[in-house]
C-alpha cells in the first residue's frame, strides 16, 4: 500500500468514525428516515457540483444498475439501519458494529466460493461475534429500551457495506467518482417515497442542521470519493481495513464531543471485533510475508 492510499485509508477512518457523532446528534431531532434523505441529498449536491467543475459524466443510461444495487446496498440501507441503532446505542458501540462489514465479507466469500473458511479466518469470526455478544450483553448498551433491535440493525448496515464492497469490486469499469456520485442520486431516490410516513421529530436548530450537512457533504460525498478510490486501487478487501481505524476514531470523538465514557465490556468488545476482523483478513499473515504488496 502506497502512502497516498495509507493517507486515504486514516482520512477515511476519521471521517467515518465522526459520522456516528453527527447521527446521534441529528436523529433525536430528524428522525432516521429524514435524516438519511439530508444527508444523502447533501451529498448527491455536492457530488453534482464537483462533477460539474471535474467535467465528469455518469453515463446513467450505460450504469443505471450498477448506481441502483451500489445505491441500496452501500448507501439507502446501512444509513437507515444505523440511523435508526443511533436512537439507542452509544457513537462507541455503533463503530464497533460497523467493523464487522470485512466479517460479514468473509462469510459471503465463503458462500460464493462454496468452501469452508480456513482456521484462521474461522478463529477470527467466532472472535469477532464473541466481542459483537459482549458488547450487547454490556452495561453500557444492554440496560437501554430497544438495544437488543439497534445492536441487530447495526449487524445489518455491516452485512450490507460487505455486500456493496463486493458488488463494487466487481464494477471495477465505473469511475470511482460515478460509482459515487450515481449511487448517491439512486439511494436519494430510493428512500425518498418513505419521507411521508416518517416527518421530523421536532424543528432542527442551526447545530443539527450543521451536523446533517457534514454528514452529507463531509461523510458521504467527500468520503465515497475516497472510498471508491481505495476500491479501485486496492480492491474491496483492502478497502474495507478502513473498518479497523473506524472504532479507535469513533471512541475518540464520541468522548471528545459527546461526553461518552464507554466501559470496559464495550472497550473489550472492541478490541475483540478488531481482532477477529484482523485474523479474517489476512493482516497478520500479510505482515509476517512483507515481500506480498497490496495496490
Same mark, same amino acid.
Given at each position: 500500500?502506497?502512502? @497516498?492510499? %495509507?493517507?486515504?485509508? =486514516?482520512?477515511?477512518?476519521?471521517?467515518?468514525?465522526? #459520522? &456516528?457523532?453527527?447521527?446521534?446528534?441529528?436523529?433525536?431531532? =430528524?428522525?432516521? +428516515? =429524514?435524516?438519511?434523505?439530508?444527508?444523502?441529498?447533501?451529498?448527491? =449536491?455536492? *457530488?453534482?457540483?464537483?462533477? @460539474?467543475? *471535474?467535467?465528469?459524466?455518469?453515463?446513467?443510461?450505460?450504469?443505471?444498475?450498477?448506481?441502483?444495487?451500489?445505491?441500496? &446496498?452501500?448507501? @439507502?440501507?446501512? &444509513?437507515? %439501519?444505523?440511523?435508526?441503532?443511533?436512537?439507542?446505542?452509544? +457513537?462507541?458501540?455503533?463503530?464497533?458494529?460497523?467493523?464487522?462489514?470485512?466479517?460479514?465479507?468473509?462469510?459471503? +466469500?465463503?458462500?460464493?466460493?462454496?468452501?469452508?473458511?480456513?482456521?484462521?479466518?474461522? @478463529?477470527?469470526?467466532?472472535?469477532?461475534?464473541?466481542?459483537?455478544? *459482549?458488547?450487547?450483553?454490556?452495561?453500557?448498551? #444492554?440496560?437501554?429500551?430497544?438495544? +437488543?433491535?439497534?445492536?441487530?440493525?447495526?449487524l445489518g448496515a455491516a452485512l450490507s457495506y460487505a455486500i456493496a464492497g463486493v458488488l463494487a469490486g466487481t464494477r471495477k469499469s465505473v469511475d470511482p467518482y460515478a460509482n459515487a456520485h450515481g449511487s448517491m442520486w439512486a439511494a436519494t431516490l430510493l428512500v425518498a417515497p418513505a419521507l411521508p410516513f416518517f416527518p421530523a421529530h421536532s424543528s432542527p436548530d442551526a447545530h443539527v442542521v450543521a451536523a446533517a450537512l457534514a454528514l452529507g457533504v463531509v461523510c458521504s460525498g467527500i468520503a465515497y470519493l475516497l472510498y471508491f478510490r481505495l476500491i479501485a486501487d486496492l480492491g474491496p478487501t483492502s478497502a474495507l481495513t478502513v473498518t479497523f481505524l473506524i472504532p479507535v476514531f469513533g471512541v475518540l470523538w464520541g468522548v471528545l464531543f459527546l461526553d461518552e465514557r464507554p466501559g470496559w465490556h464495550t472497550l473489550a468488545g472492541c478490541v475483540s471485533v478488531l481482532l477477529g476482523t484482523a485474523l479474517v483478513t489476512g493482516l497478520f499473515k500479510n505482515r509476517s510475508r512483507p515481500s506480498e504488496r497490496v495496490g
Open positions: 500500500m502506497d502512502i @497516498a492510499s %495509507l493517507a486515504r485509508l =486514516l482520512i477515511l477512518g476519521a471521517i467515518w468514525g465522526g #459520522s &456516528f457523532v453527527f447521527m446521534r446528534i441529528c436523529v433525536p431531532v =430528524l428522525g432516521p +428516515t =429524514l435524516l438519511v434523505e439530508a444527508r444523502l441529498g447533501f451529498g448527491a =449536491l455536492f *457530488l453534482l457540483a464537483v462533477g @460539474a467543475v *471535474l467535467g465528469k459524466h455518469l453515463h446513467i443510461r450505460k450504469h443505471w444498475r450498477t448506481y441502483l444495487l451500489l445505491g441500496f &446496498f452501500n448507501s @439507502a440501507l446501512p &444509513f437507515l %439501519l444505523f440511523a435508526y441503532a443511533a436512537n439507542t446505542l452509544p +457513537t462507541a458501540a455503533l463503530a464497533i458494529l460497523n467493523a464487522m462489514a470485512p466479517i460479514w465479507g468473509g462469510l459471503i +466469500t465463503a458462500l460464493r466460493e462454496r468452501a469452508a473458511p480456513s482456521a484462521m479466518p474461522l @478463529a477470527g469470526m467466532l472472535l469477532a461475534i464473541s466481542g459483537v455478544i *459482549l458488547l450487547a450483553n454490556s452495561g453500557d448498551v #444492554s440496560m437501554m429500551p430497544g438495544a +437488543t433491535s439497534a445492536v441487530l440493525a447495526g
